[in-house]
């Protein structure tokens, strides 16, 4: 039994002035006609054969009823986990993790696990061209995953991406391997050196057992699987919501799952990967997004808005976004003689920026927020 848990937390806050606090970019069609989530719930049909598979989503309370309609509008019945706060995701997957072995014994005769729940445990952020090659992939990671040991995808890099982790394996021939390092997001030289030394990027997808989760968790990080199991203890359904306990799950330390769990299991040799080639992008960033759309002959890209809204002259290279607004009018947007401009409008923020800053976006936002 595989049972998706699509982590929908995140702030996507390098995609500014689109992506908000009230809307981030998980929620936004960006890249299709399907929001990021929702690219994410379709990527898992046939997974599980005909039986269909239902996710569980996990996010922040205030985007509950932005979950429920986009799963909806699917025609999918996920179980929705409510933070009542974001404390990255080691909690977020300890949380999904109880709850699916409290499913587990509750369908069983006994009260016992009879079947090991294992969670395709996926960020509700990325973009993956070959669907067909990344189920390959999560399927031949299932008897490893199943025997106890931690899977992972890890992806072929295509640059020395400073904004991924990086994962350290014993092969990267297509077949599986066997985790000895993971290293988050290491600056520009040492990200050259491992691509050169072929390592592959932390997807930040994993499939897990849910139970040996809680077991490494606990082992590793008691403060952070105690406070998880408080907030489940008192949580409280409203309509179709799992509302996890405000008060315990506040007093939660704020950590990522790669940090917690992911790099000192992989130094005890418990962690497989299986190498995904799938033109995969977690879409972090504007120029991220320009590298995969569809261009112009000069390589600009147009987005959000009818094409006849743009009227780019002379210009090459450049990511403009206009906001089409309720009844999908937009406003017209021209340039003249600019490149490597990511331009994005919005009705109340306009972003010019060089598109080979655009890592920074992130200062802006801090400002606005000081800014109150
Ligand atoms: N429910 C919940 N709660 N989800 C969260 C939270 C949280 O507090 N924080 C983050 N998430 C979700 C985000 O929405 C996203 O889908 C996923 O977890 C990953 O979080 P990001 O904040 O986007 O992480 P990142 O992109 O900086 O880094 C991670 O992902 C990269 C690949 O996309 C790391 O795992 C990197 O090593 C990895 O390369
Ligand atoms: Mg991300």
Redo the contacts with the bound molecule.
Sequence with gaps: MIIPV???????TRLWPLSRTAF?K?FIALTSNLTMLQETAARLDGLSGDDGISPMV???EEHRFLVAEQMRQQKLTPSI?L?P?????A??IGLAAIKAVEDAKLASASNELTEFPVLLV?????VIEDVEAFQQCVKSLLPEVQAGKFGTLG?VPTEPAT????IKATTSSGRLGRVSE?V??PDAETAARYVAEGYL????MFLIRADRYLEELKNFRLDIYDACVKSMASTQLDLDFVRIDKEAFEACP?E???YAVMEPLAAKGEVVVAPLDAGWS?V?SWSALWEIADKDAQGNVMAGQDEKNFILQGSENCYVYGSAGNDGSGRLIATLGVENLVIVDTPDALLVANKDKVQDIKKIVSQIKASG
């Excluded at 706060?85 to 995701?89: I, L, M, Q």
């Excluded at 904004?163 to 990086?166: E, L, S, V």
């Excluded at 990027?201 to 930040?204: A, C, I, L, T």
């Design positions: 699509i982590m929908a937390g995140g702030s996507g981030p998980q996990i996010c922040n986990l933070e706060a974001g404390r990255n995701t909690p977020a996926l960020a509700a952020d990325h992806i904004g991924y982790g990086y993971f988050e997001k990027w932390n997807s930040g704020d990522s799952v790669d977690d972090g």
